[in-house]
């Protein structure tokens, strides 16, 4: 069945994207604007799926949890308390000659192959003079000294520029979290530990954006601060990496391809006692990159939101008859970066013959029902009445009785409608045909081995509730 060799590289699935409608360059009839991106018919059904999927398993199915829907816009002071006005930062080199800008911790680590995670912007200069590194742009070895670029996209409130308040996109969406964690508990429905999920854009003003949609200056975040009593943090945190690996299985991405890696203490974030990445093998030259991280915050954000605003952000834990400040663990996951691996890991071809005999390939997304954009295709074989009445029954039947979507194609042949599926990862094609008559059954092709079997009208439904859940 499905290849030992890897199909996917990233050409082919941004070209699969485009030519399908999953992802289109941002502004294209304007010429693009760089590193921006649209997600098509396919691309939204595929991110909602994947959100939908996320929500209801981290906030409505756990007891513990509840949900957030934060602004994008916030009070400045928010971002000097959480450090981002300081720390937010990418280091920078220029090329005195060509002007070409790039991260210095980047060029170290393709050049040098030295993890530069964490250092400082002398320390990555030091790093950059002892190598004599030339421009990877233009060759010569005119690289400035490191410097530091806050990240954070900046606009005005007000109708006057001047006068207007500056405020920032948010670069994470966890700040809106620490800043209505008050209120949330005010409201009475939650008790240690609990937590608050959140599903929203984020914005970072990223230098060498790339690798399609895996770094983007506007990418949507899903994420979790979790609140629990400071000793409870340790064990906990071990319980949140259970529950990370148990969403990759759930989008049904193969292990092997995941790994996770723990941060050392000279990597840590400002913020972080303890952070671990889940990491994905994308195809070369790629290779093994954040997915996902996972971070124990402390207490550092309420504390200083608490020292900032002049709030009490205490909370009383009546079990222990005790006030203290909740220490959070932080499970962040990146709504492109899951989009982007589940395609390239469902990803397949396979050689077979087309209806004229001839060698071919098959494009196969192997994608979960789960997250598939369509879970089955209605197809009647010909554009007859007495076919498409039919088709249409079954289209309106299954989007009555459930919350599938499904797509109906009438166009082109039969063998072509079939590749389209498959391309698209559509789990099931039903077709109707002229047997369908006759006998009141039709024929559904299972996308992974092209097997066909006949199946009555009236167990359709049935049928796909036991494949699909
Ligand atoms: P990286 O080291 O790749 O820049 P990060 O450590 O800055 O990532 P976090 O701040 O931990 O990332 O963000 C949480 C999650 O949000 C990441 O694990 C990733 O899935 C996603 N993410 C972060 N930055 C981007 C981006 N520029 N484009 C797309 N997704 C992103």
Redo the contacts with the bound molecule.
């Keep these: 069945m499905a290849e030992t060799t890897r199909a996917a590289t990233m050409e082919k699935i941004v070209a699969l994207s485009k030519r399908r409608g999953f992802v289109f360059p941002g502004s294209e009839i304007y010429g693009g604007l760089a590193n921006t991106w649209d997600f098509g018919p396919l691309g939204a059904e595929l991110r909602n799926n994947i959100k939908q999927l996320w929500w209801r398993t981290f906030v409505q199915r756990r007891r513990d949890m509840v949900g957030l829907d934060g602004g994008i816009l916030m009070h400045p002071r928010i971002w000097e308390a959480s450090g981002h006005v300081v720390n937010f930062n990418d280091p920078l080199v220029d090329c005195k000659t060509c002007k070409a800008r790039f991260r210095a911790d980047h060029l170290i680590e393709e050049k040098l192959g030295v993890n530069a995670?964490g250092k400082t912007p002398d320390e990555l200069t030091a790093l950059l003079k002892d190598a004599n590194l030339p421009c990877p742009k233009c060759g010569n070895r005119t690289l400035t000294d490191a410097r530091q670029f806050n990240m954070m996209f900046r606009t005005t409130i007000g109708p006057v520029e001047e006068t207007g308040v500056q405020v920032y996109l948010r670069?994470?969406t966890a700040q809106a979290i620490f800043v209505q964690y008050k209120n949330i508990v005010n409201t009475g429905r939650v008790k240690l530990p609990f937590g608050i999920g959140q599903i929203g854009k984020?914005f970072?003003n990223?230098i060498t954006?790339g690798n399609f949609?895996?770094?983007?200056?506007e990418?949507?975040?899903m994420?979790i601060e979790y609140f629990v009593r400071p000793d409870e943090a340790p064990e906990l945190f071990e319980t949140w990496i259970e529950a990370m690996w148990g969403w990759i299985d759930l989008i049904g991405i193969n292990r092997d391809r995941v790994r996770v890696r723990e941060h050392a203490r000279e990597e840590l974030?400002h913020y972080s006692n303890r952070t671990i990445?889940?990491e994905y093998d994308f195809p070369a030259p790629m290779g093994w990159?954040?997915?996902?991280?996972l971070?124990n915050r402390t207490d550092f954000d309420l504390s200083k939101h608490q020292e900032f605003s002049g709030e009490d952000l205490t909370y009383f834990d009546q079990p222990t008859g005790t006030r203290f400040l909740p220490h959070v663990i932080e499970p962040?996951?990146?709504?492109?970066?899951?989009m982007l691996m589940i395609m390239l890991d469902a990803y397949d071809e396979e050689q077979t013959t087309d209806v004229n005999g001839k060698a071919d390939t098959r494009v196969v997304l192997r994608l979960s029902p789960r997250v598939a954009p369509y879970k089955a295709a209605i197809l009647p074989l010909a554009k007859k009445p007495e076919l498409t009445e039919v088709a249409w029954s079954i289209f309106n039947q299954i989007e009555a009785e459930t919350n599938y979507l499904v797509d109906y194609d009438e166009t082109g042949n039969i063998g072509k409608r079939y590749r389209r599926a498959d391309e698209i990862g559509t789990p099931f094609c039903v077709t109707v045909d002229f047997d369908t008559l006759e006998d009141n059954a039709v024929t559904v092709r299972d996308r992974n081995t092209m097997e066909q079997q006949r199946i009555p009208l009236d167990g359709i439904v049935a049928f796909l509730r036991e494949r699909i859940g």
């Design positions: 995670e670069p994470e984020s970072r990223e954006p949609i895996f770094r983007d200056i990418f949507e975040q994420e974030s990445d889940f990159k954040e997915l996902y991280g971070a962040t996951f990146g709504v492109e970066r899951t």
